[in-house]
């Protein structure tokens, strides 16, 4: 099979190009990514020579080159994980969002009606939901949930969310969403939660915390969701949404707390600053669809996925002081364009 997967020099793209170079040496694996601020080379490096890999440096809105590039690959499966993710940078600036994440989507959409392919799956969010409240702790998004959203960066999601589930029913297209909760785990860009109190933590720097610090986040390690992706992509039933999330709700106060113990740091680094706005209260997916059908189980808990993520910060502190320092940036440039790869 030839897979594309977007995005795939991000956070979760990025795991996820290593989990199924690995897995699947039959499957050939094309990375379209636009090398955006947060698309870093580096992170698929250890693949980079692997015989079922290859980067493709391009815009997943630019029509005519995903048209091209369709007719010259002939996907079978696409994989979308390509977008604008960040929730502050929606609020300042939300027209990217919807270039990206609308438009975007929109034009893979189309690619896929023309050229055909077996399956595309959009990675979606649970932030499609809205929010809950902190004292209904009895209460979790199921696929029923209906969208509410609260941001740019979230309506952005749930439009594209609605466009695929329209291109099922109206073109036959063969499509499954998946919803996830928060992730962590290697490869997380520094300007989210967890990397960025690690980096600014090992710095002795300030640590701040939006609002009191109760809102609650549902966090699940990017392997676990690597792993759902694939079972939905390869056994979930066309034209279904699953959710993605194990339980593991923290307040972002609690996961402060735990990262400065890891490094034996100080709280009064902690310093409280305004709020986000229109900032969610608490997120918790109700996983059970995934689980009863698929038979997903998670890897990882919090406790434990945590530990193994600060240490991987501490043993890779080359990877996030280059995106600190902007080097990161250099990198296609050293590795494909001098080395005439592109
Ligand atoms: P990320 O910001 O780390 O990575 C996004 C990647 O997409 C980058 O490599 C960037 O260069 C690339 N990109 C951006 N615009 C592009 C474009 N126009 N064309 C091609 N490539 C482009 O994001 P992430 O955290 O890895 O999230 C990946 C996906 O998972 C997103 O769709 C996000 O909405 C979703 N998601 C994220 C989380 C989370 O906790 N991070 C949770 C649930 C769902
Ligand atoms: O400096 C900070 N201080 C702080 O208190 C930052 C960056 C965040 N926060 C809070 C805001 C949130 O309540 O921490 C929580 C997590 O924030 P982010 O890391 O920005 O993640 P979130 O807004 O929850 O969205 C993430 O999960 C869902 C991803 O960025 C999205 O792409 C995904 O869809």
């Known amino acids: 099979m030839k897979i594309l997967v977007t995005g795939g020099a991000g956070f979760i793209g990025g795991n996820f190009v290593h989990y199924m170079v690995e897995k699947y040496p039959e499957d050939m694996i094309v990375n379209l990514d636009a090398l955006t601020y947060a698309g870093n080379l580096e992170t698929c490096k250890s693949v980079e020579d692997a015989n079922n890999y290859k980067f493709v440096?391009?815009?997943?809105?630019?029509?005519?080159?995903?048209?091209?590039?369709?007719?010259e690959e002939k996907f079978?499966?696409?994989?979308?994980?390509?977008?604008?993710?960040?929730?502050?940078?929606?609020?300042?600036?939300?027209?990217?969002?919807?270039?990206?994440?609308?438009?975007?989507?929109?034009?893979?959409?189309?690619?896929?009606v023309k050229y055909g392919i077996t399956r595309y799956h959009q990675v979606s969010t649970d932030e499609v939901y809205g929010d809950l409240p902190l004292d209904r702790p009895d209460l979790f998004f199921t696929e029923e949930t209906p969208l509410h959203t609260s941001s740019p960066y979230s309506s952005s999601k749930a439009s594209?969310?609605?466009?695929?589930?329209?291109?099922?029913?109206?073109?036959?297209?063969?499509?499954?969403?998946?919803?996830?909760?928060?992730?962590?785990?290697?490869?997380?860009?520094?300007?989210?939660?967890?990397?960025?109190?690690?980096?600014?933590?090992?710095?002795?720097?300030?640590?701040?915390?939006?609002?009191?610090?109760?809102?609650?986040?549902?966090?699940?390690?990017?392997?676990?969701?690597?792993?759902?992706i694939d079972l939905i992509v390869r056994k979930g039933r066309v034209g279904e949404v699953y959710n993605v999330g194990g339980h593991n709700e923290r307040t972002?106060?609690?996961?402060?707390?735990?990262?400065?113990?890891?490094?034996?740091?100080?709280?009064?680094l902690i310093t409280y600053v305004q709020d986000r706005k229109g900032h969610d209260m608490r997120y918790a997916i109700d996983p059970e669809k995934l689980e009863n059908e698929l038979g997903w189980v998670p890897k990882y808990n919090f406790d434990t996925g945590i530990q193994q993520t600060i240490q991987w910060y501490l043993d890779n502190k080359d990877w996030w002081q280059n995106?600190?320092?902007?080097?990161?940036?250099?990198?296609?440039?050293?590795?494909?364009?001098e080395k005439g790869r592109v």
């Open 57 to 71: 440096k391009g815009d997943i809105a630019n029509r005519d080159f995903i048209f091209n590039l369709f007719e």
């Open 76 to 112: 079978d499966v696409v994989i979308n994980f390509a977008a604008e993710s960040h929730v502050d940078r929606s609020i300042e600036d939300p027209g990217i969002f919807v270039q990206t994440n609308v438009m975007g989507t929109t034009t893979l959409l189309d690619a896929c």
């Open 160 to 228: 594209a969310d609605l466009f695929v589930l329209s291109y099922h029913r109206t073109f036959g297209l063969p499509v499954s969403v998946s919803r996830c909760s928060n992730n962590y785990g290697p490869y997380h860009f520094p300007e989210k939660l967890i990397p960025l109190m690690i980096s600014r933590a090992l710095a002795d720097g300030s640590l701040p915390v939006y609002g009191n610090g109760e809102n609650v986040r549902d966090w699940l390690h990017v392997y676990d969701h690597c792993v759902a």
């Open 252 to 268: 972002n106060l609690e996961v402060v707390q735990t990262i400065l113990k890891a490094l034996d740091k100080p709280e009064s």
């Open 323 to 337: 995106i600190l320092s902007g080097d990161y940036q250099n990198y296609f440039e050293t590795m494909y364009k």
